[in-house]
């Protein structure tokens, strides 16, 4: 596979305290690549290392097919979460300054900014201070200034926080445009419904540790269990529940419905099929409710880490 960014047994340690040890991963290009972990798992700190803010005690970091070196930086956009906006300053002023910092002339940076700005509908705030903006307005700013240099390596470390569920979506949907054009993306968040729709392949890091890797939808097939929600209109319920139990392993189901069905998990042995399970189903009664129990990212996060 056709990497664009790896990073190979990284450690750092600050003190006594261990932050990385060992860790690798790999991103493969135009992908979105979800980092996940709890709070003090290390994920910040891969990062940094990432954009040369921090430098590891072991390991290295190859972008591109090259050692990792400071020319890079102008391939690199981050948006970290701990923002870095200078609060006194104008947004149009600000924004052109950032720009050509990493590399853009200004009249370049101008006619991107252009562009940006009235995509994201933000024409108006060109002369405000970002201190008259408000966190979600902010926000917008920086990911432009993110963004606006079109590098290779998009990093957005929690880039939702401060968005109202509108703003968040539309921040979303331009990463994925993103995407489409060519980018590469590393995502880290605490928001598994966002890893959801985003991210092909994750890393999870617990306690320094990568403890999970791959692609989302291997890692899910991973740690499916075979069950099944189904919900069944039968003349009667005890009956036939009780049939089942002698079948398959089943429990009670939890799920909103307009009718009075009965409802069950359902977890096949590797005998039984789908298609087992629901021609004795349709034998038994009215099927309304059919639906394969595919673990979340959130399931799976909760479950690596208590595993591990």
């Known amino acids: 596979m056709n990497n664009l960014l790896e990073a190979h047994h990284i450690s750092k340690k600050f003190g006594n305290f261990t932050a990385l040890n060992n860790v ?33 005690d072991t390991g290295h970091v190859i972008l591109d097919n090259e050692a990792l070196q400071p020319h890079h930086v102008r391939d690199i956009g981050y948006l970290p979460e701990e923002r870095g906006l200078y609060k006194s300053m104008k947004v149009g002023e600000q924004a052109l300054y950032l720009a050509q910092l990493k590399g853009l002339s200004k009249s370049e940076a101008k006619t991107r900014l252009k562009y940006w700005f009235e995509r994201l509908e933000i024409g108006d705030w060109w002369n405000k201070k970002i201190q008259e903006l408000s966190k979600g307005m902010a926000q917008k700013i920086q990911f432009v200034v993110t963004v606006l240099h079109q590098p290779k390596l998009l990093i957005f470390d929690e880039p939702f926080s401060g968005f109202d569920p509108i703003n968040a979506n539309l921040i979303k949907d331009e990463i994925l445009r993103l995407k489409e054009e060519g980018a590469t993306v590393i995502f880290s968040t605490h928001r598994m419904e966002s890893v959801e729709e985003l991210c092909d392949h994750i890393a999870l890091i617990h306690q320094s540790n990568k403890i999970l890797d791959g692609k989302l939808i291997d890692i899910k097939r991973a740690y499916k269990t075979n069950t099944y929600e189904i919900g069944i209109r039968t003349p009667d319920d005890r009956q036939l529940q009780r049939e089942m139990a002698e079948k398959f392993t089943v429990s009670p189901a939890n799920f909103k419905t307009i009718g009075d069905e009965l409802k069950l998990n359902v977890k ?14 349709t034998s038994k009664g009215e099927v309304s409710h059919f639906v394969e129990l595919v673990p979340s990212a959130n399931d799976i996060f909760i479950q690596a880490v208590k595993n591990n």
């Open 24 to 56: 690798s991963i790999a991103v493969p290009k135009g992908s979105i690549f979800g980092l996940l972990g709890p709070n003090g798992a290390g994920k910040t700190t891969l990062i940094r290392v990432i954009n040369q803010i921090t430098m590891p």
């Open 268 to 281: 096949l042995q590797e005998m039984h099929t789908a298609n087992d399970l629901l021609s004795y189903l």
